[in-house]
């Protein structure tokens, strides 16, 4: 297999995945602002929309899409613990996690990178602050969903870890924190992290989230 990412973008999630289940594969870190591949060809030419992540399978097919690649990258290892057996309710919660935060926490983050005034600014971190809340009110243990780290787990830790770059403040969220600090300290994500060219990262309190 073969992963394209883009350093600090969502797809460090399927990484992180991929280095949990100790699968043999190829990274590409590509400039998907530029949307240029790292021999300087146009990243479009194999993904046409551009964006990451990209799995390319040993069979040549691609996969996209964040939801999709980590539950194909898990259900490939038959690793139940990072993704649930199909048609149990374990697994739906898990879905239930990725797609909160694909929906309402990836997608908040959005308007940051647009031309906006202060006012709108301070609506924006309002609106990820709200949908962050929701989250420290809503883990299950340790990990979203109960005492084990699941393919939703990844997910939120890259999202999460943007509040350092944008400067939301979540010292108020102590079980989030808890949880990001957690995910930190897996081999899978400080080796994920290092191979994106981040270094690694440990988290001591929100301002050193990646």
């Known amino acids: 297999m073969k992963l394209y990412v883009h350093p600090g973008a969502s797809s460090l999630s399927v990484h992180i995945l ?13 400039n998907v602002t530029a949307k240029q591949r790292a021999d300087g060809t146009d990243y479009r030419e194999i993904a046409p929309r551009g964006m990451v992540p990209l799995l390319e399978l ?8 964040n939801l999709v690649i980590a539950q194909y990258v898990c259900d490939a290892a038959g ?4 993704m649930p057996a199909a048609g149990t309710l374990a697994r739906y919660r898990v879905m239930e996690w990725q797609s909160f935060v694909a929906a309402e926490l990836h997608k908040s ?4 990178n647009w031309q906006i005034d202060a006012p709108m600014r301070e609506l924006v971190l309002a609106r990820i602050r709200g949908r962050l809340s929701f989250v420290e009110q809503g883990l299950a243990g340790p990990f979203l969903t109960g005492a084990t780290f699941t393919a939703a787990d990844a997910y939120l830790f890259v999202i999460a870890s943007w509040t350092r770059f944008y400067g939301v403040d979540i010292t108020d969220f ?3 924190v808890a949880l990001l600090r ?4 897996r081999p899978s994500v400080g080796a994920a992290l290092v191979a994106e060219g ?3 990262v440990t988290i001591d309190d929100p301002a050193s989230a990646p």
């Open 174 to 176: 102590p079980r989030l």
């Open 198 to 200: 981040r270094g690694m």
């Open 182 to 185: 957690r995910a930190s300290e």
């Open 58 to 65: 040993p069979s040549g097919e691609r996969l996209t899409e």
């Open 18 to 30: 991929l280095r949990e289940i100790g699968a043999p594969f190829d990274l590409e870190v590509i």
């Open 79 to 82: 690793r139940e613990d990072l």
């Open 109 to 112: 983050f959005i308007p940051l």
